[in-house]
């Protein structure tokens, strides 16, 4: 179903707007990402990932998946319309992503830099979380739900009595070493914490060993923000392109699903667009 009609959506439309329609976040400025994700080489990959998706329509045709073969299609072709000022706005798209990426990280430096005095003394932590069960193999992909997921992985930290403030994104890791061939969902999250060791062992309760994964909880203390562009990534576009070409389309697909700011998780704060920019706030709980 096109989510474009859901509820939550119409939320997130104002936000993801003030990103889309402001051509900044497209073009190349702070906040800067690694240099492989400059909006060249960006339209560079965007050609690729066109090309990829037509290929994959041809290999779908031929097969006699004519429905798949016009998914493919209809992905390749809002792909290839996205132009200045006519953005298309998808996940799936390489642009549309970094642009969304940008505008993210610069609302959480942002919020970061705010937050400074109320958190003196506490260590600003980036947590990488790898629930076990969320694997998935090619032609699986279909099954995810981004929403669900979150929504799992806010009742797990609240199972865990973990509430703090926390603000961070999902992403996809495909997996094709040591027999393994599926893609990995998990999260990398931002909080502050008194106690690194302590957050770490009360996570630990809520997500057992993965799969392959020595550690299914990290939680590094940061002392910059330089880990932003990455917590933020959802997927590894370059990495993809070059290990996973074949499973790519499948993955661009389901990118496609869903609304952008559905890739963020948030906790004890709210977006909003402040101008041409995307805001993060305090809930305040009601007394
Ligand atoms: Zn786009």
């Given at each position: 179903?096109?989510?474009?009609?859901s509820?939550?959506?119409?939320?997130?439309v104002?936000?993801h707007?003030?990103?889309?329609?402001?051509?900044y976040w497209?073009?190349?400025?702070?906040?800067?990402?690694a240099?492989?994700?400059?909006?060249?080489?960006?339209?560079?990959?965007?050609?690729?990932?066109?090309?990829?998706?037509?290929?994959?329509?041809?290999?779908?045709?031929?097969?006699?998946?004519?429905?798949?073969?016009?998914?493919?299609?209809?992905?390749?072709d809002?792909?290839?319309g996205?132009?200045?000022?006519?953005?298309?706005g998808?996940?799936?798209?390489?642009?549309?992503a970094?642009?969304?990426?940008?505008a993210?990280?610069d609302?959480?430096?942002?919020?970061?830099?705010?937050?400074?005095?109320?958190?003196?003394?506490?260590?600003l932590?980036?947590?990488?979380?790898?629930?076990?069960?969320m694997?998935y193999?090619?032609?699986?992909?279909?099954?995810?739900?981004?929403?669900?997921?979150?929504?799992?992985?806010?009742?797990?930290l609240?199972?865990?009595s973990?509430?703090?403030?926390?603000?961070?994104?999902p992403?996809?890791?495909?997996?094709?070493?040591?027999?393994g061939?599926?893609?990995?969902?998990?999260?990398h999250?931002?909080?502050?914490?008194r106690?690194?060791?302590?957050?770490?062992?009360?996570?630990?309760?809520?997500?057992?060993?993965?799969?392959?994964?020595?550690?299914?909880?990290?939680?590094?203390?940061?002392?910059?923000?330089?880990?932003?562009p990455?917590m933020?990534?959802?997927?590894?576009?370059?990495?993809?392109?070059?290990?996973?070409?074949?499973?790519?389309?499948?993955?661009?697909?389901t990118?496609?699903?869903?609304?952008?700011?559905?890739?963020?998780?948030?906790?004890?704060?709210?977006?909003?667009?402040?101008?041409?920019?995307?805001?993060?706030?305090?809930?305040?709980?009601?007394?």
């Amino acid at each position: 179903m096109f989510r474009g009609h859901s509820q939550r959506f119409r939320a997130h439309v104002k936000t993801h707007e003030a990103i889309i329609d402001n051509e900044y976040w497209y073009e190349d400025g702070p906040p800067f990402l690694a240099a492989q994700f400059t909006a060249k080489k960006t339209a560079e990959r965007q050609a690729d990932v066109i090309d990829i998706l037509l290929r994959a329509a041809n290999r779908a045709d031929s097969t006699g998946d004519r429905e798949l073969a016009k998914r493919y299609g209809l992905l390749s072709d809002k792909l290839e319309g996205c132009r200045r000022h006519r953005r298309c706005g998808s996940m799936a798209c390489p642009k549309c992503a970094r642009a969304t990426q940008r505008a993210k990280v610069d609302a959480e430096q942002r919020f970061i830099d705010s937050q400074e005095l109320r958190n003196s003394g506490k260590y600003l932590v980036l947590l990488s979380l790898i629930p076990e069960a969320m694997t998935y193999e090619p032609g699986e992909l279909h099954s995810i739900d981004i929403i669900n997921a979150n929504r799992w992985l806010k009742d797990t930290l609240d199972g865990l009595s973990i509430k703090r403030t926390t603000f961070g994104c999902p992403d996809f890791g495909w997996e094709n070493r040591r027999g393994g061939n599926y893609f990995q969902l998990h999260w990398h999250l931002a909080a502050w914490t008194r106690h690194p060791a302590r957050l770490k062992a009360q996570l630990k309760r809520g997500f057992c060993r993965a799969r392959k994964y020595e550690r299914p909880v990290d939680v590094e203390v940061t002392y910059d923000h330089d880990f932003l562009p990455y917590m933020n990534k959802v997927v590894k576009l370059p990495d993809l392109l070059r290990r996973a070409c074949r499973q790519l389309p499948e993955l661009l697909l389901t990118l496609d699903r869903f609304d952008p700011l559905d890739f963020m998780v948030l906790r004890g704060l709210r977006l909003s667009a402040q101008g041409r920019r995307i805001k993060l706030s305090r809930i305040r709980k009601a007394k």
